[in-house]
């Protein structure tokens, strides 16, 4: 099955910066939630995936065609949210609609209404007009309209106010959650996505450190406090370790693994919790720093 | 390609009809002083188009590059030399279409041969067609590949040449400067350019270099780096 991008070998390289090389793909339907912190190159990824960027080298397909700017097919396949949300200014948000609905052949003016509807976007006001989380409906509108098979979806929620983050959160997986598309959805803020993604990637420093699965990580990842009184033991898939006299905590990759170790160490008082994916998140990226 | 023209026009409507308003007047100069078989100095009333079409260039630079639409239309699914192009048609387009009503009014008004004033009129849109390139293909260079270089020490750059471009433009074009005699020298060599602009070698040479540079801006708005802002 084709699919809904791939990446081979992309790097991008900036004065103190160098994203990639970056290799991976998604399988359509697939949410990959792509997590990192600020500056991490996600919205070079986006940009890249695109075309508003310039990789230096390496590949990118969308649903195996090039993203290649003189053959712009491949761009029908794909709806955009970024990081800027760029309209004419002077043009209500209707207008700027009709204007984007004559470059798609799928575009369709009653689900703009209905998305305009459910995101109680105001179509009559122009652009410069409105506020930051309704450009960003708007962004989301123009995005969905023609029905993409692959979204990109760049920290759509950044700057909103929480209230406003949250509405606009409600009503976009509402919308996806019929599973029909393909999206990869960058944030820093991981409650935007833990609920929506079947996968996580782990991005640091211009390199993927981690790709999992969603359940994967929250089935193996766990905190896990026992007493031992043996010293200079090294834990398996032991991320973190806190030590007070013979009390440990462990958080472990690999829960099994490490219960495994401990029982065979005779460890007492054992006890495992399990973890969120914020969490298991924050101990990924502390990992590589 | 078309559609994006179309919606550029639209949608600066409102500054197209004021620098059409500013031709309108040398338009209707011209018309009044040919029914009044008056013989004023014509380029005063094509300076005047050529002046209200370097403000369009210049305002419209402005406006593109404060609404980011290099982003925006890069974004939309259209082979990214033709938005290269449209980006150019905008002027053009407007520039044609005060060169039409120029000739019409003169053909139909004036008593005599306007040989000499169509080649000028020739030469000055070629001058047209290169300014308009110019500055989209300084904005891309400068801005999109070479990112050592300072951003504000290229602003202050940028202005520098279009103003002197301009200021050359309208002194070569330009008619009212009064005749004092410490400008003189401007006088001559304005009539020495008008002179060589109203050659038909400087119609092909200008028109050429305008189709040149437009073309040059398109590649190059093609192989950007970046389209962001």
């Known amino acids: 099955m084709t699919k809904a991008f791939r990446l081979k070998d992309v790097v991008k390289t900036y004065p103190e910066f160098q994203l990639g090389p970056l290799n991976f793909e998604l399988e359509p339907g697939t949410v990959l939630g792509y997590i990192g912190p600020n500056g991490s190159g996600k919205t070079t990824t986006m940009h890249c995936l695109t075309g508003l960027v310039k990789a230096d080298r390496g590949e990118m397909e969308i649903f195996g065609r090039r993203n290649n700017l003189h053959k712009p097919e491949w761009k029908l396949d794909i709806g955009y949210v970024g990081d800027v949300h760029v309209f004419y200014e002077r043009w209500t948000a209707e207008k700027n609609l009709k204007f984007l609905s004559k470059f798609y052949p799928n575009w369709s003016d009653e689900r703009v209404l209905e998305l305009a509807k459910r995101f109680q976007l105001p179509l009559n006001k122009r652009a410069k007009d409105l506020s930051s989380g309704n450009r960003v409906k708007l962004s989301l509108v123009s995005a969905l309209a023609h029905s993409p098979k692959l979204l990109l979806l760049d920290e759509p929620t950044s700057g909103l106010d929480p209230v406003v983050r949250a509405e606009a959160l409600d009503t976009l997986f509402e919308v996806l959650e019929d599973g029909e598309r393909a999206i990869f959805y960058s944030t820093h803020i991981l409650s935007d996505i833990s609920r929506l993604a079947d996968e996580l990637a782990f991005l640091h420093n211009g390199k993927i450190i981690q790709r999992s699965a969603k359940d994967d990580l929250t089935d193996q990842w766990r905190k896990i406090s026992f007493k031992l009184s043996k010293e200079n033991v090294v834990f398996e898939a032991a991320v973190n370790l806190t030590k007070e006299g013979n009390d440990h905590q462990i958080i472990s990759s690999n829960f099994k693994a490490t219960l495994k170790q401990l029982r065979g160490l005779g460890a007492e008082n054992i006890q495992e919790s399990r973890m969120t994916i914020d969490e298991i998140t924050v101990q990924i990226l502390k990992g590589v720093e | ?229």
């Not at chain 2, 279409?97 to 005599?112: D, H, T």
């Not at chain 2, 202050?156 to 200021?167: H, Q, T």
Request: hydrophobic share 50%.
């Open chain 2, 1 to 229: 390609m078309w559609h994006l023209l179309k919606t550029e026009l639209s949608y600066h409507k409102v500054e197209i009809m004021v620098f059409t308003s500013l031709g309108l007047v040398g338009l209707i100069a011209n018309i009044v002083t040919g029914w009044q078989n008056i013989d004023v100095d014509l380029p005063g009333v094509r300076s005047l188009m050529a002046v209200g079409i370097m403000v369009a260039c210049f305002v419209r630079l402005i406006s593109y590059t404060k609404e980011k639409k290099d982003r925006y239309h890069t974004s939309l699914p259209l082979p990214v030399r033709r938005i290269g192009l449209s980006r150019l048609l905008y002027i053009i387009s407007i520039w044609i279409c005060f060169v039409i009503l120029f000739w019409i009014s003169s053909s139909a008004i004036r008593p005599y041969p306007l040989d000499k004033i169509i080649l000028e009129t020739l030469t000055m849109s070629g001058f047209i067609l290169m300014a308009n390139a110019t500055l989209f293909i300084y904005r891309d260079l400068f801005r999109f590949s070479f990112g050592s270089i300072r951003k504000s020490g290229f602003r202050i750059f940028n202005v520098v040449m279009i103003l002197l471009g301009y200021i050359l433009f309208y002194i070569i074009f330009a008619v009212g400067i009064p005749y004092f005699s410490f400008l003189r020298r401007i006088n001559l060599f304005k009539e020495n350019f008008h002179n060589v602009a109203s050659s038909p070698y400087a119609v092909i040479v200008f028109n050429l270099l305008g189709i040149g540079l437009t073309i040059m801006s398109v590649i190059l708005f093609a192989r950007r780096k970046s389209y962001l802002e």
